[in-house]
C-alpha cells in the first residue's frame, strides 16, 4: 500500500492533481461554513428578537388590561391559526396552574431567565426543543413566550449533510481527477520517453509522434523533434568527418606498410631498403601535417580560442602575408597586387587569421597561372570588414564551391596539398563570428573573408 | 662536454634523441621517472635538460620546469611534446621553457632549436656591426656592404639575414625563420622560406668567390664563412 502510495505520490501529475484537489476541498468547506453560519445563526436571531418582541408586547398588554385578559388575548393568539406550527404562549398563575397556553407545566419553565435560552418541552402534548423567554409579571404569574425550533433543527441537519456530502464528493471528484489527470499526462509524456528510449538504444531516427491537438505537449515534441534532426545532423556529420579521416589516414599508411614490406622480402633487399625507408619517412611526414592540420581546425572548431581575443589590425595581417608570398609571386612570375583601406581593427586571434590569410594568399598563387595576377584587398563596408582575395586563375566551377570547404576535398589533385586550406579558413571564419565567400571573378576566383569589425 | 639530462619515459624516443646528441658531442643522462627527475634536474649542473610532458604517474612535466623555475636555475629547457594545440604550447612557454616542440619532429630540427637555445643563454648583446669573411653588416644602420659594395635589402629581408646572422654557423630550420622573422605559428603550405632565401641569396651571394648562404639539405640554412662536411650532413 505504502509503495503504490509512494508511486502515486512521485508523480508530479497526481501532486499536482491532489494539491489542487484539497485546495477545492477546503475552499468548499470555508463556503459551506460560512453559508452555514449566515442562514442558521441569522435565523436564530431574528427567532430571539421575534420573541423578545412578542413578550414585551404581551407584558405591556398585561399592564394595561391585567392578567385575565392577557389569558384570554393568549387564546385567542394561539387560535388565530397562524404559527400554529411553531408558536409558545403560555400564562402560569402565582400558585403554578396554567392560565393559559401549549405547554406542559415543568417548574423548569416557569423559572424567569434573563435571556432567551433552548429548553425542552412538551408543547401541544408533543416534545419539542423551543426557544423560550421567560418573564414573571408583577401580580406573580409568568409568562413564557417561546418559538419551537423542531423545523430549523431540521433545516440544520439538512445543510450539515449537504455540506458533509459536498465536501466527500469533492475529495473523492479530487482524488479520481487526480488519478486521471496522472494517467493523461503519464500518457502524454509516454511517447516522449518511448522515443528517448528508442534513441538511447541508438536508433537516432526516431521521432515524436506529434498528437492532433496543438497543445503544450504538441509544441515540446516538435522542440525535441527540432534538437534530434540537428544531433542527426551532426551525427551524420562526424561520421562523415571520422570516415574521410580514416581513409586519409590509412591510405597513406598502408602505402607505407606496402613498400616496407615488399623492402624487406625483395631479393635486392640491399638497394631496395634506402628507397622504402625515404618514402616512407616522407609519407608519415605528410601524414603528421595533416593530423596536425585536422587538429588545429578541431581546435579552432572547439570555440576555445575564444578566450584570447584582442584587438587584431586586418592590415597588417595582409601585409605581414604579403611579404611572405610576394618572393613566391615573383618567381612564379605572378603579380601581387594590393589595395588595403584603412580599416577598422577586428576582435580575433592574431595567429588564426594570418593562417586563415596565408591560406587564401597559397590557394591563389597555387591556381593561377604564369603570368596571372593575385589581388589583395581589405575594405571596411558597413559593420564588417572584408579581405579579399582576387586571382585570375581557373576559379572554382559554381557547383563545386559549396564542396570545397569540406575536409579533404580538392579540386585539383595535380597540385599538391591536403585538401585542408578552405575548411580550416572557413572554421577560423565561423569562430570569429564571420564568413568565407566565394565567388567568380570571371575569370579566376575571389575570396572574401567577411568579418564582424570591432568599435562598429 | 656539455651535459644534457633527458626526461621521457618512452624509451625509443629518449635514446633516439639521446644518440643524436651523443653524436653531436653531448654527454647525455636519460631520466624515466618524473619524481627522480626532479632531483637529478635540481641537484646536478646541467647545460640543457630536454623534458616530455605526460611523464608516468599523471605527472606533467612541466611541473618540474616550475620547480626548477622557482629556484632561480635558468639551465635551458626544451619541451617536447605530443601536446600542440596553441594554449598548451602557450603554458610551456609561460612555465619557462626555452622552446617547445611538438612531437613527432626530426631530430634535424631539435638540434638546431637545442643549438639556438644554448646559445642563446650566453647573450652577446651591444654588438652593432658583425662581420662574416668579406661581408659587413651594421645592425643600427640596417646597412649591409660585400666586398666594400653595398647592398640594398628590403626590411623583411634584413630581418632574415640578421637572424641567420645571429646563428652564423648553425643550422637555422624552416619553422624558426617562419617564427622568428614573420612571426607565423604555423606552416604555410608552400616553400615560402625557400624562394626567400634564393632572393636574399640572390642579392648577397651574386658575384661572390665564397658563398655564405648553404642549404642544409633537409633541415633549413646556414649561414657561414667556410662549410665542414659533418655540419651538411642530417
Not at chain 2, 87 to 116: H, N, Q, W
Amino acid at each position: 500500500m505504502t509503495g503504490v502510495l509512494a508511486r502515486w505520490w512521485s508523480s508530479i501529475a497526481f501532486r499536482q492533481a491532489l494539491i489542487f484537489g484539497a485546495l477545492v476541498v477546503f475552499t468548499m468547506t470555508v463556503l459551506l461554513a460560512v453559508f452555514y453560519v449566515q442562514t442558521v445563526g441569522v435565523w436564530q436571531r431574528r427567532v430571539d428578537s421575534q420573541i423578545e418582541t412578542t413578550t414585551q408586547r404581551l407584558v405591556d398588554y398585561d399592564r394595561r388590561s391585567g392578567s385575565p385578559a392577557l389569558g384570554a388575548h393568549i387564546n385567542a393568539l394561539l387560535g388565530d391559526g397562524i404559527d400554529s406550527d411553531t408558536e409558545v404562549y403560555t400564562l402560569v398563575a402565582a400558585d403554578g396552574h396554567l392560565v393559559a397556553g401549549n405547554l406542559a407545566v415543568t417548574p423548569d419553565i416557569t423559572t424567569p431567565t434573563r435571556s432567551i435560552s433552548e429548553h425542552s418541552v412538551l408543547r401541544a402534548g408533543r416534545a419539542s426543543q423551543s426557544r423560550l423567554s421567560v418573564t414573571a409579571l408583577s401580580d406573580g404569574s409568568t409568562l413564557i413566550v417561546g418559538r419551537d425550533m423542531q423545523d430549523l433543527h431540521e433545516l440544520e441537519k439538512l445543510i450539515r449533510g449537504a455540506i458533509a456530502s459536498g465536501a466527500l464528493v469533492t475529495l473523492v471528484m479530487a482524488v479520481a481527477g487526480a488519478l486521471v489527470f496522472r494517467r493523461q499526462l503519464e500518457r502524454r509524456i509516454g511517447t516522449i520517453r518511448e522515443t528517448a528510449a528508442q534513441i538511447e538504444r541508438g536508433d537516432l531516427a526516431q521521432r515524436v509522434p506529434i498528437s492532433a491537438q496543438q497543445d503544450e505537449f504538441a509544441r515540446l515534441s516538435r522542440d525535441i523533434n527540432a534538437m534530434l534532426d540537428r544531433i542527426h545532423g551532426l551525427m551524420e556529420g562526424v561520421r562523415h568527418v571520422s570516415n574521410t579521416i580514416a581513409h586519409n589516414i590509412r591510405t597513406p599508411l598502408s602505402r607505407v606498410l606496402a613498400r616496407l614490406y615488399t623492402a624487406q622480402n625483395a631479393s635486392n633487399r640491399a638497394e631496395a631498403l634506402p628507397e622504402a625507408v625515404g618514402f616512407a619517412i616522407a609519407e608519415i611526414q605528410d601524414l603528421n601535417i595533416v593530423f596536425d592540420k585536422l587538429l588545429r581546425i578541431a581546435e579552432v572548431e572547439s570555440g576555445a580560442r575564444r578566450q584570447t581575443f584582442s584587438a587584431v589590425s586586418l592590415n597588417e595581417i595582409a601585409i605581414n602575408a604579403l611579404e611572405l608570398y610576394d618572393a613566391v609571386a615573383e618567381a612564379k612570375g605572378l603579380t601581387l597586387t594590393h589595395t588595403l583601406d584603412a580599416g577598422p581593427s577586428v576582435s580575433g586571434d592574431g595567429d588564426l587569421l594570418a593562417n586563415a590569410v596565408a591560406n587564401l594568399i597559397d590557394n591563389a598563387i597555387k591556381y593561377t597561372p604564369n603570368g596571372g595576377t593575385v589581388h589583395v584587398g581589405t575594405r571596411r563596408e558597413g559593420p564588417s570588414v572584408t579581405l579579399t582575395v582576387r586571382d585570375n586563375g581557373r576559379g572554382i566551377p559554381e557547383e563545386e564551391r559549396a564542396r570545397v570547404g569540406t575536409r579533404f576535398y580538392r579540386l585539383d589533385r595535380a597540385v599538391p596539398g591536403w585538401g585542408l586550406g578552405l575548411a580550416s579558413v572557413m572554421a577560423i571564419a565561423r569562430l570569429h563570428g564571420g564568413s568565407l565567400q566565394l565567388a567568380d571573378a570571371g575569370p579566376g576566383l575571389i575570396a572574401r573573408l567577411v568579418l564582424p569589425a570591432t568599435g562598429a | 662536454m656539455r651535459r644534457c639530462l633527458i626526461i621521457e619515459d618512452d624509451i625509443e624516443n629518449a635514446q633516439y634523441v639521446a644518440n643524436g646528441l651523443r653524436e653531436l658531442g653531448w654527454s647525455v643522462a636519460v631520466c624515466r621517472d618524473g619524481v627522480d627527475a626532479i632531483g637529478r634536474a635540481v641537484e646536478e649542473a646541467w647545460d640543457l635538460i630536454i623534458l616530455d610532458r605526460m611523464l608516468p604517474n599523471d605527472l606533467d612535466g612541466l611541473s618540474i620546469l616550475r620547480t626548477l623555475r622557482s629556484l632561480g636555475r635558468k639551465t635551458p629547457v626544451v619541451v617536447l611534446s605530443a601536446l600542440a594545440a596553441t594554449d598548451e604550447r602557450v603554458r610551456g612557454l609561460k612555465a619557462g621553457c626555452d622552446d617547445y616542440l611538438t612531437k613527432p619532429f626530426a631530430f634535424s630540427e631539435l638540434a638546431a632549436r637545442i643549438e639556438a637555445v644554448v646559445r642563446r643563454s650566453q647573450p652577446d648583446e651591444g654588438v652593432r656591426e658583425m662581420r662574416v669573411a668579406d661581408m659587413r653588416v651594421d645592425l643600427i644602420a640596417r646597412s649591409v656592404e660585400r666586398a666594400g659594395r653595398s647592398i640594398a635589402l628590403q626590411p623583411r629581408e634584413f630581418r632574415l639575414l640578421a637572424y641567420l646572422l645571429a646563428h652564423q654557423g648553425r643550422v637555422v630550420t624552416r619553422t624558426m625563420l617562419l617564427e622568428s622573422v614573420w612571426d607565423y605559428r604555423f606552416d604555410p603550405q608552400t616553400n615560402v622560406i625557400d624562394v626567400h632565401i634564393s632572393r636574399l641569396r640572390s642579392k648577397i651571394d651574386k658575384d661572390a668567390t665564397v658563398p655564405l648562404i648553404h642549404t642544409v639539405r633537409g633541415v633549413g640554412y646556414m649561414l657561414s664563412p667556410a662549410l665542414t662536411t659533418r655540419e651538411l650532413t642530417e
